[in-house]
């Protein structure tokens, strides 16, 4: 009954209503849409405050009475934008321009028995997850392992930029966690390590990895992954990613890698969310007895800066050997 276009990404349904699928990669995509009723902004939180804004003002077409945006996220981080927006004591919320719906594991009549058994046993193994995908609250932030870090867009031709190497890392997921794939740039001279892209998807297969690495034009870096996952090293290089190489894993490599970047002044592009999102909640264990913190980070929100850790090896020394390269596809 309705028709969809996937190259266009649209769906017209039969009384003559519109849906639109966008990307806020880039705010210039949005601004020539008029005529909007309603923007439905999926994940919202992994957008930034600018996106919000620009998508109000979409909302204004006079033909339309009731214009409505409906913004839908799991309460992440209390730095996050939507905290502040709507649900910090200091945010002015007009309750006759706003309404806010809360619900939990509990509202959803889909879940069985072990789905609802993994969502509570977080409590035991993932206090902040706890939090937020079972109680429906933003977390609380403990002692931060990066506390300070600036948002900005980046482009790699800026003249501060240009001619620092460049790192690429990967850490692998598949069902529970991401795979995540990043390029970064070091300034080990005036201690500043760059954040410029990122991939950061769940359930890839190799391939699909291989492939994206090669739709981003890095077929050919020094790509730095995860040493635990020797088989999917391999399928990489199977599947065209010669260069990839794991990196040194050790009884410390962790806190070492860690330690090495925070040396520096850290600048991560805007479009970044998910390496933001975990620098806003990558904290510290706390001792149970004490309640000291201690030297060792809290397993959770740390895919993409484990691929960042990997990617910075060669400067760590924590890379193993280069990589292969076959000498009939590079001289």
């Not at 998508?55 to 077409?61: H, K, M, N, S, V």
């Not at 033909?63 to 839908?72: A, E, S």
């Not at 870090?149 to 990967?170: H, I, M, N, S, V």
Request: hydrophobic fraction near 35%.
């Amino acid at each position: 009954m309705c028709r969809v276009n996937k190259s266009n990404r649209t769906i017209h349904l039969p009384n003559g209503a519109v849906f639109l699928f966008k990307g806020m990669d880039d705010p210039e995509k949005i601004k020539s849409i008029k005529g909007l009723s309603d923007v439905v902004m999926e994940e919202a939180s992994e957008f930034n405050q600018d996106d919000f804004t620009q998508l109000t003002l979409r909302l204004r077409e006079p033909k339309h009475k009731k214009r409505q945006l409906f913004c839908m996220f799991n309460p992440v981080s209390k730095l996050n934008w939507t905290y502040k927006q709507w649900f910090d004591p200091k945010a002015k919320v007009n309750p006759e321009r706003v309404s806010i719906h809360q619900s939990t594991y509990k509202d959803n009549h889909f879940l069985d028995a072990d789905n609802i058994a993994t969502i509570e046993n977080l409590k035991q193994t993932n206090p902040a997850y706890y939090k937020i995908y079972t109680l429906g609250e933003f977390a609380t932030l403990d002692k931060l392992v990066f506390p300070t870090f600036t948002k900005r867009r980046l482009y790699p031709e800026e003249p501060q930029l240009r001619d620092l190497p460049d790192l690429f890392g990967l850490d692998f997921g598949y069902s529970n966690d991401p795979s995540a794939f990043t390029h970064s740039k070091i300034d080990m001279k005036n201690k500043r390590f760059y954040v410029l892209e990122e991939y950061v998807k769940k359930g890839m297969l190799n391939n699909e990895i291989a492939n994206v690495i090669k739709q981003m034009g890095y077929t050919k870096e020094v790509i730095t992954a995860d040493a635990a996952e020797p088989k999917s090293i391999a399928e990489l290089k199977r599947d065209g990613i010669y260069r990839i190489r794991p990196a040194k894993k050790g009884p410390d490599s962790i806190i070492q890698g860690i330690q090495f970047l925070q040396q520096f002044e850290w600048i991560v592009d805007d479009r970044c969310v998910k390496t933001i999102e975990e620098l806003e909640n990558y904290t510290y264990k706390k001792d149970r007895k004490t309640g000291e913190y201690i030297n060792e980070p809290v397993d959770a929100y740390n895919h993409c800066i484990d691929s960042l850790r990997y990617g910075s090896a060669e400067f760590n020394g924590l890379a193993s050997p280069k990589a292969t390269i076959l000498k009939n596809i590079y001289i």
